[in-house]
């Protein structure tokens, strides 16, 4: 660009910069220090490219791209993401104002890119099919992708995940004569779980090859492969009737156009004393409207096709098309700050060996991104993380408690195995 245009857009995105009215962002820019805003909280921005105005005024994709391409740097990532979100309403209430003309145009595209059996799996093996070597390196050894559970001071992340999994077996009361389908197996984690500590029959399906073959060795390499069976089937095309259902985090990337439709077959899957739990990550109610089919760097660079639904979008389409009701919920939220935070720290420490697998400078500053985007969203509650309970009419809570679990004894014995 020529000096005449860095200027233009650099006054351009100084003006969206002066609306901080929370904290302040410090920005390093050839030397020289400008400070929009004031006050705590604070965040810093290194420049190294004046690209970064033009870039920064394509919302998160534009930051995402030009911190992807190495345009400019923070020493608190996380500081950046959370400032960002605690002056949110302010573009919030202009983009709410502006809907009417570009959010019909939005939803149009998004209904054209069909959800289709075939898209999905694209979609799908976009992110999860990136190579397990990736995945092994972030998480901990049960392969846990979603918000662990961290229950008291002190917990590894393996012991916050087994808490979490135990959280799950215990709000469903599962029991050995209890066959648990699982909508979205991951690698594998929950079904294991739930079959070892519980002795239930476990069907989990996935749509993700990668995701698929490693559950299917994990499965064997445990013993259970006569309690769980690891499907590659759409929730669409599942047949039969289940005790229990369990989804953790997949509801996401079903697609808004769709939310109906899933909760619709869950509920038809399970017998009439059936229930279900699932962990989902959900969007402000006055968000989601805006939110739903928008062009953001998560949907662009990370999860393409997915969409995170309200809690009122959730209660709606529950009493829509299904019989089932929420007999519990929990605000797991915090927990998931961690999670993110142990995550990029495992992530970090495996750099330069996720170097030689072939994650390169871009990848890898894209993810960093991407998980401090999330850390700082939870933690300024943006996004929140909640476990609901939803139970058929004929559903009879308390017939039998499950014993309590060490899950410190429970992540040693997954280490030795």
Request: proline residues 3%; glycine residues 8%.
């Given at each position: 660009?020529?000096?005449s ?7 351009l ?53 030009s911190y992807a391409r ?8 996380v ?30 595209r ?7 059996r075939r ?25 846990m992708?979603?918000c ?6 002190g ?15 215990e ?14 197996t ?5 079904a294991?779980h ?30 259970l ?8 089937s ?31 077959r ?16 959900t969007?402000?109610?006055r968000a ?5 089919a928008?062009k953001?760097?998560i ?21 829509r098309?299904?019989n ?7 605000d ?10 142990r ?11 996720l ?14 991104l ?6 700082g ?11 609901l309970l ?8 308390g ?19």
């Amino acid at each position: 660009m020529s000096p005449s245009e860095v200027a233009a857009w650099r006054t351009l995105a100084s003006g969206l910069l002066r609306t901080i009215r929370v904290g302040s962002l410090t920005v390093v820019d050839g030397g020289r220090r400008r400070v929009f805003g004031r006050g705590a909280p604070t965040a810093t921005v290194e420049l190294h490219d004046e690209r970064f105005w033009r870039m920064l005024m394509r919302g998160s994709r534009g930051l995402a791209e030009s911190y992807a391409r190495g345009m400019w740097d923070s020493p608190d990532l996380v500081a950046v993401i959370r400032l960002a979100a605690r002056n949110a309403v302010i573009i919030d209430r202009v983009r709410a104002a502006s809907a009417p003309v570009w959010a019909p145009r939005q939803q149009a595209r998004a209904l054209l890119r069909r959800g289709t059996r075939r898209q999905r799996r694209k979609d799908i093996a976009f992110h999860y099919d990136l190579g397990n070597a990736l995945f092994a390196r972030m998480l901990d050894p049960t392969m846990m992708y979603s918000c662990a559970l961290f229950e008291r001071d002190g917990m590894t992340l393996q012991e916050a995940s087994i808490a979490k999994l135990e959280r799950v077996c215990e709000q469903l009361e599962l029991r050995p004569d209890d066959h648990v389908l699982e909508i979205g197996t991951g690698w594998g984690g929950f079904a294991i779980h739930a079959a070892a500590t519980r002795g239930c029959r476990v069907t989990t399906t996935t749509i993700s090859r990668e995701q698929h073959d490693f559950a299917v060795a994990r499965v064997a390499e445990a013993g259970l492969a006569d309690h769980v069976t690891v499907l590659t089937s759409d929730y669409r095309d599942l047949g039969g009737r289940y005790d229990k259902l369990v989804s953790i985090e997949m509801i996401e990337a079903v697609g808004w156009q769709h939310i109906g439709t899933f909760f619709q077959r869950c509920s038809e899957l399970l017998t009439e004393r059936g229930a279900m739990l699932l962990q989902a990550i959900t969007i402000d109610d006055r968000a989601y409207e805006v939110e739903k089919a928008s062009k953001s760097f998560i949907k662009e660079y990370i999860f393409p096709g997915g969409a995170l639904p309200s809690m009122e979008v959730i209660s709606r389409e529950l009493a829509r098309r299904t019989n089932l009701q929420t007999i519990g919920l929990q605000d797991i939220t915090a927990s998931y700050v961690e999670t993110l935070r142990r995550w990029r720290e495992n992530f970090a420490a495996h750099a330069q060996e996720l170097t030689r697998l072939g994650y390169d400078e871009r990848f890898q500053r894209l993810w960093t991104l991407y998980l401090a985007y999330c850390e700082g969203g939870f933690a300024e509650r943006r996004i929140c993380d909640v476990q609901l309970l939803l139970a058929k009419p004929r559903w009879a809570a308390g017939r039998q408690r499950p014993a309590a679990v060490d899950t410190a004894q429970l992540a040693a014995g997954a280490s030795q195995a």
